[in-house]
């Protein structure tokens, strides 16, 4: 069993930048693909963002290329998200997930989650 647990979410104004961490509970942190996905209000999960087990492969969603960046820390068993230029429409609860399957952007796919963390952008 891996717990996640997302913080760094908060209120922010369009063109503004906030930075998710999710730290996780077990040493075989680096074992995991980790991955961000969000979830809008009356809309579908989707995802964000992945990173492979070493960090040297990450995948993104077209809708934040060049705003968000993946990051991870092995040794403190810490997946980021940097989001940068932030939109209204980025206004979401973000989880952050832990997978086996590289590439994953499938939600199913995914074998434990966070909570979530409310990010909110106003115009």
């Known amino acids: 069993q891996v717990q996640l647990v997302e913080s760094g979410g908060g209120l922010v104004e369009a063109g503004g930048s906030l930075t998710l961490s999710c730290a996780a509970s077990r040493r075989t942190f680096s074992n995991y693909v980790m991955v961000w996905f969000r979830q809008a209000p009356g809309k579908e999960r989707e995802f964000v963002a992945a990173i492979s087990r070493s960090g040297r492969s990450t995948d993104y969603a077209d809708s934040v290329k060049g705003r968000l960046t993946i990051s991870r820390d092995n040794a403190e068993n810490t997946v980021y998200l940097q989001m940068n230029n932030l939109k209204p429409e980025d206004t979401a609860v973000y989880y952050c997930?832990?997978?086996?399957?590289?590439?994953?952007?499938?939600?199913?796919?995914?074998?434990?989650w966070g909570q979530g963390t409310q990010v909110t952008v106003s115009s």
């Open positions: 997930a832990a997978g086996s399957d590289w590439p994953i952007r499938n939600q199913h796919a995914v074998n434990y």
